[in-house]
């Protein structure tokens, strides 16, 4: 299973960006989908998550300026980042929890893509 992160980029504060992550690989289930975000010097930290059925999380700092949402059809979750600010300059990641099946059963072990980078200016 592979998570393939795109959307980064440099915007002014203000700004926005999207950012999508798509799954691909022997994928029998997506269970909870997620972003995090890891600033320099800083601990990896979650962002926003969003389950199977739609409901969703968000860390206080992003409440009312982020949006995640998922195309279960297309593996896919997405990130509306609106009313950028310098402090969420950052690597963000995708994260997947993800049921494969194997000969032995079905197994749910949680992947991450590559990380995209968004840099906030002010």
């Known amino acids: 299973v592979q998570l393939q992160a795109s959307g980064g980029g440099s915007v002014q504060a203000g700004g926005s960006l999207r950012l999508s992550c798509a799954a691909s690989g022997s994928i029998f289930r997506i269970n909870v989908m997620g972003w995090y975000r890891q600033a320099p010097g800083n601990q990896r930290e979650l962002v926003a998550a969003?389950?199977?059925?739609?409901?969703?999380n968000y860390a206080d700092s992003v409440k009312g300026r982020f949006a995640i949402s998922r195309d279960n059809a297309k593996n896919t979750v997405y990130l509306q980042i609106d009313g950028l600010k310098p402090e969420d300059t950052a690597v963000y990641y995708c994260n997947a929890g993800v049921t494969i099946a194997t000969m032995g059963g079905l197994y749910e072990c949680c992947y991450w893509g590559q990380g995209t980078l968004v840099t906030v200016s002010s």
């Open positions: 969003i389950t199977s059925g739609g409901s969703t």
